[in-house]
């Protein structure tokens, strides 16, 4: 079946801009993390949604990062007046819904190629 | 807070030998689960192996195994008749299993595979 899908693959803005990021998960999927990967960061959780549960932001490096899940589905993650140091790579992941009697596939967070973000 | 460490920040082998890729992590719970993701150039992030804390019987997938030791927190991965393809950064992971919780990485490691 289809993954976990990403827009734009690639994006360069100009400072002080805004830009949205789209993450399309995986059918049926009702977990959806956001994570940044930067050169000097590594691998860091921006935001978790959990159905219709209330987010978990507590990644988020700023108020000027937010994000939104609607219908339980995509996700669109918003950077507001981007900084150079916001350049890295976003990456979106689903997982299916967690229950302690299913199996560990469950648990196994599956990744899109990611957006690539560069701020001029 | 549970932390990963990837101490290989890059490493190298000879196409069909075998490799073994270091990680250590640190928590304070008994219940979670471990994974060894690959992300080749493409950007897009791989799952290859994941192991539950509880099972003792270290994960095997086709030429990728693990060497899980819960007692001195160490999880390897062992890459064997290594191939051109497999050349990739490698990421360890740490997750919670409170439900669907967030993953914590390691820095990585870049594994090289010489013709």
């Known amino acids: 079946g289809a993954g976990v899908s990403q827009s734009p693959s690639n994006k360069v803005t100009e400072k002080g801009k805004d830009v949205e990021l789209?993450?399309?998960?995986?059918?049926?999927?009702?977990?959806?993390?956001?994570?940044?990967?930067?050169?000097?960061?590594?691998?860091?959780?921006?935001?978790?949604?959990?159905?219709?549960?209330?987010?978990?932001?507590?990644?988020?490096?700023?108020?000027?990062?937010?994000?939104?899940?609607?219908?339980?589905?995509?996700?669109?993650?918003?950077?507001?007046?981007?900084?150079?140091?916001?350049?890295?790579?976003?990456?979106?992941?689903?997982?299916?819904?967690?229950?302690?009697?299913?199996?560990?596939?469950?648990?196994?967070?599956?990744f899109g190629p990611g957006t690539r973000l560069l701020v001029l | 807070a549970q932390t990963v460490t990837q101490s290989q920040p890059e490493m190298s082998v000879q196409e069909a030998e075998t490799v073994t890729l270091s990680c250590t992590y640190d928590t304070s719970e008994s219940d979670y689960y471990l994974f060894w993701y690959k992300q080749p150039p493409s950007r897009q992030m791989i799952l290859v192996i994941r192991q539950e804390a509880y099972k003792q019987q270290n994960a095997t997938e086709n030429r990728f195994s693990v060497n899980f030791q819960k007692a001195a927190k160490s999880f390897s991965l062992k890459i064997s008749d290594s191939q051109l393809g497999d050349a990739a950064m490698y990421f360890c992971a740490y997750r919670n299993n409170f439900g669907n919780e967030k993953l914590t990485f390691g820095t990585g490691t870049r594994l090289t595979i010489i013709p």
Request: net charge negative; hydrophobic share 30%.
């Open chain 1, 22 to 110: 789209r993450c399309d998960p995986i059918s049926g999927h009702t977990a959806l993390y956001w994570y940044r990967q930067s050169l000097g960061q590594g691998l860091e959780f921006l935001i978790y949604f959990q159905g219709n549960s209330a987010p978990d932001k507590s990644g988020l490096p700023s108020d000027r990062f937010s994000a939104e899940r609607t219908g339980g589905s995509v996700s669109t993650l918003t950077i507001q007046r981007t900084q150079q140091e916001d350049s890295a790579v976003y990456l979106c992941a689903s997982s299916l819904a967690w229950d302690y009697t299913t199996d560990a596939d469950q648990e196994t967070q599956y």
